[in-house]
């Protein structure tokens, strides 16, 4: 992967952009969801889309979140449904985007709110 799984608690984690392959290693780790921050072609089609990130993961019984926001960290009501997915969605969960930071700002804003995080 292009960067590290930083864990933020027990059963929550954010990355950098991944690819189909390291999905293996994803789950060797224990993860059972994974969550995309990052629209598609973000900085030109080199990126893996969501879609096939979503195929990959599935077929590894992966549940798969796509959540696209904005690098600034989105708005009010992205912070809203990320709360959602992270209370509906398996544990322990990986959110990743380009390196990781509109997830962290995504999950803390969701926290602000007083929605509840995986911990």
């Not at 990986?94 to 509840?116: D, T």
């Amino acid at each position: 992967m292009n960067h590290p799984v930083r864990w933020l608690t027990e059963k929550l984690a954010i990355a950098g952009q991944i690819a189909p392959e390291h999905l293996n290693t994803i789950a060797e780790m224990g993860f059972k969801t994974v969550i995309c921050n990052r629209p598609d072609n973000e900085y030109g089609p080199g990126q893996p889309s969501a879609d096939t990130i979503r195929e990959r993961a599935e077929q590894l019984g992966l549940a798969f979140a796509h959540l696209p926001v904005s690098g600034d960290g989105g708005t009010a009501r992205d912070a809203q449904e990320m709360g959602r997915l992270l209370s509906d969605l398996p544990a322990p969960i990986l959110a990743y985007c380009y390196s990781g930071g509109r997830c962290m700002a995504l999950i803390g804003n969701a926290a602000r709110m007083g929605l509840p995080i995986p911990s």
